[in-house]
């Protein structure tokens, strides 16, 4: 039974460019859920998706979109890349039950550099 | 504006109890509390999730008071490889929000 898998594990970007990151949920799961976290710092949540939609958002700008598919994997786009973009980007999955999260699992993430 | 907050870390020896206690104002009425490890470059880790009073697995206990405005992590007879950092997750202003995490070290 596979965990989380994100994609890729590392990404080199200039300032001003779009960035792609994916994740596979845990077999099971329904909801996905992204975090950054620079160095040093805990998790920031980003959003979180369920049933395709966007259920919560986190204090990000516009330039951070995602999306989720019908298979229940997720995507993280960030536009126009600034320096403090870089960070590592975690997806989380999980079940929904009764409008509650249950516990998070989590991938190993995507390390994004912005030059 | 819902906040979580943590000691920033935690010192202790092999063998000793360790409580890590997280303050969380305006969290959910309905959702969970959860606890996690995270070590150098991987992914947090799932430790233990309650949402009142006491819950025990086989690696942690959490408490939680009535009002859910705090919670307490437990790690009984903590090893060197307990050393990480710890943050609790809660649903605080319809965000999944972390504490800012606390960086246990455990001396032999």
């Known amino acids: 039974d596979a965990g989380v898998t994100q994609s890729p594990t590392h990404l080199i970007k200039t300032r001003g460019q779009q960035v792609t990151l994916r994740c596979s949920p845990k077999s099971g799961h329904d909801t996905v859920s992204w975090y950054q976290q620079a160095l040093g710092q805990g998790p920031q949540f980003i959003f979180q998706?369920?049933?395709?939609?966007?259920?919560q958002r986190g204090n990000f700008p516009d330039r951070f979109s995602g999306h989720q598919f019908p298979n229940y994997s997720s995507e993280l786009n960030v536009n126009a890349l600034l320096l403090g973009d870089s960070a590592l980007y975690l997806c989380?999955?999980?079940?929904?039950?009764?409008?509650?999260?249950?516990?998070?699992?989590f991938g190993s993430g995507t390390q994004l550099s912005v030059l | 504006l819902a906040k979580t907050t943590q000691p920033i870390s935690m010192d202790s020896y092999e063998g000793q109890e360790v409580n890590i206690t997280c303050s969380h104002n305006?969290?959910?009425?309905?959702?969970?509390i959860t606890w996690y490890q995270q070590f150098p470059s991987q992914g947090p880790r799932f430790i233990i999730q309650g949402y009142k009073t006491k819950v025990t697995n086989e690696v942690a206990s959490l408490f939680i008071p009535a009002d859910r405005k705090s919670s307490t992590l437990s790690l009984p007879r903590v090893s060197l490889s307990d050393t990480a950092v710890y943050y609790c997750?809660?649903?605080?202003?319809?965000?999944?929000?972390f504490g800012g995490g606390t960086r246990l070290m455990v001396k032999p």
């Open positions: 998706y369920y049933e395709e939609e966007e259920r």
């Open positions: 305006n969290i959910a009425t309905n959702d969970y």
């Open positions: 997750l809660a649903n605080a202003g319809n965000m999944l929000t």
């Open positions: 989380a999955s999980s079940l929904t039950d009764r409008g509650r999260t249950e516990k998070l699992f």
